[in-house]
T-cell receptor, first 114, second 116 residues
Framework: AQTVTQSQPEMSVQEAETVTLSCTYDTSESDYYLFWYKQPPSRQMILVIRQEAYKQQNATENRFSVNFQKAAKSFSLKISDSQLGDAAMYFCAYKREYGNKLVFGAGTILRVKS | GAVVSQHPSWVICKSGTSVKIECRSLDFQATTMFWYRQFPKQSLMLMATSNEGSKATYEQGVEKDKFLINHASLTLSTLTVTSAHPEDSSFYIC????????????FGPGTRLTVL
């Protein structure tokens, strides 16, 4: 079974600074999808970024980028120019290529200091 | 586009009563919907996967008779918590995958259930 590990229960970052959230996963499959979701205090899950395992290029979405290391099974999220609105719980998630279930990590609470 | 709604957003009920939570995909057809449970500051725990027109598939440890799931149409799935007890108090989240798009999953805003 696939597992997703987020080893940082909480992280803090100063406004305008950069922070990196870690995620590792375990799978025996070669094709799959990885996601970062944001859950702000409203608790609405918001997709931040998605990475297809077959793509070597790291995904980016404005201030959000990932460092996808397939061999190391690592999928970290970098948030640049952090803003107060980035404060949230961030979940890393894995999905098999031909399945639709998401496997979530435990989450990382990100606090942004002004 | 790709909006999922849940109703109600919060509900308080007495122990022993049943509560129904609706999950609707507003602007797309969803062949598959998922129900999650989330405790404070914890991750989402998948309870069951429901496919339109068929029985839901429950995750190990989830009581089928306690959490009844119905997916009667391509835009509506319901979760009924039967004979609710205080330990069923939690935040319930649904998500939906569009027809023929396994790689997308859109989440509802969640329902907070409090059982007195």
């Amino acid at each position: 079974a696939q597992t997703v590990t987020q080893s940082q229960p909480e992280m803090s970052v100063q406004e305008a600074e950069t922070v990196t959230l870690s995620c590792t996963y375990d799978t025996s499959e070669s094709d799959y999808y990885l996601f970062w979701y944001k859950q702000p205090p409203s608790r609405q899950m918001i997709l931040v970024i998605r990475q297809e395992a077959y793509k070597q290029q790291n995904a980016t979405e404005n201030r959000f980028s990932v460092n996808f290391q397939k061999a190391a099974k690592s999928f970290s999220l970098k948030i640049s120019d952090s803003q107060l609105g980035d404060a949230a719980m961030y979940f890393c998630a894995y999905k098999r290529e031909y399945g639709n279930k998401l496997v979530f990590g435990a989450g990382t609470i990100l606090r942004v200091k002004s | 586009g790709a909006v999922v709604s849940q109703h109600p957003s919060w509900v308080i009920c007495k122990s022993g009563t049943s509560v129904k939570i609706e999950c609707r995909s507003l602007d797309f057809q969803a062949t598959t919907m998922f129900w999650y449970r989330q405790f404070p500051k914890q991750s989402l725990m998948l309870m069951a996967t429901s496919n339109e027109g068929s029985k839901a598939t429950y995750e190990q440890g989830v009581e089928k008779d306690k959490f009844l799931i119905n997916h009667a149409s391509l835009t509506l799935s319901t979760l009924t918590v039967t004979s609710a007890h205080p330990e069923d108090s939690s935040f319930y989240i649904c998500s939906a995958s569009p027809w023929r798009s396994y790689n997308e999953q859109f989440f509802g805003p969640g329902t907070r259930l409090t059982v007195l």
